[in-house]
């Protein structure tokens, strides 16, 4: 499992962010993707869910897809702002499990259990 954090240190997390308009959230998600940890891919599958965290006094809710990797870019647009580091899914869930998308990735472990 891919996850990314700010260069400066912080809690791995996962890509996100706002859905441009005109776009749909499943089409965001890949952009956010490539932008944050230079990954290129699809989504497999419906949306996992959603997760709501507050930044600046706001509530955002993002939705969350599972992704099947094709390509990891030597260098991607944010690279200088954040790290990526695959880990394993134990490893993964230990890093989110005081994270907002703590019950998604449990959600997502048992679809991956599943196949």
Same mark, same amino acid.
């Given at each position: 499992?891919?996850?990314?954090? @700010?260069?400066? =240190?912080?809690?791995?997390?996962?890509?996100? =962010? #706002?859905?441009? &308009?005109?776009?749909?959230?499943?089409?965001? +998600?890949?952009?956010?993707?490539?932008?944050?940890?230079?990954?290129?891919?699809?989504?497999?599958?419906?949306?996992? =869910?959603? &997760?709501?965290?507050?930044? =600046?006094?706001?509530?955002?809710?993002?939705?969350? &897809? /599972?992704?099947?990797? /094709?390509?990891?870019?030597?260098?991607?647009?944010?690279?200088?702002? @954040?790290?990526? #580091?695959?880990?394993?899914?134990?490893? +993964?869930?230990?890093?989110?499990?005081?994270?907002?998308?703590?019950?998604?990735?449990?959600?997502?472990?048992?679809?991956?259990?599943?196949?």
């Amino acid at each position: 499992m891919c996850l990314i954090r @700010r260069r400066t =240190g912080g809690r791995w997390s996962i890509p996100k =962010g #706002h859905i441009e &308009y005109g776009t749909t959230a499943r089409l965001a +998600a890949l952009a956010e993707a490539h932008e944050e940890a230079g990954l290129l891919g699809d989504t497999v599958g419906n949306r996992l =869910g959603t &997760y709501e965290y507050d930044k =600046g006094g706001v509530t955002l809710t993002v939705a969350v &897809y /599972q992704m099947a990797v /094709q390509r990891e870019l030597p260098r991607w647009a944010e690279m200088r702002l @954040r790290e990526r #580091h695959w880990w394993s899914l134990d490893e +993964a869930s230990a890093l989110l499990d005081s994270h907002p998308v703590s019950a998604l990735f449990k959600r997502f472990r048992a679809r991956v259990a599943a196949c």
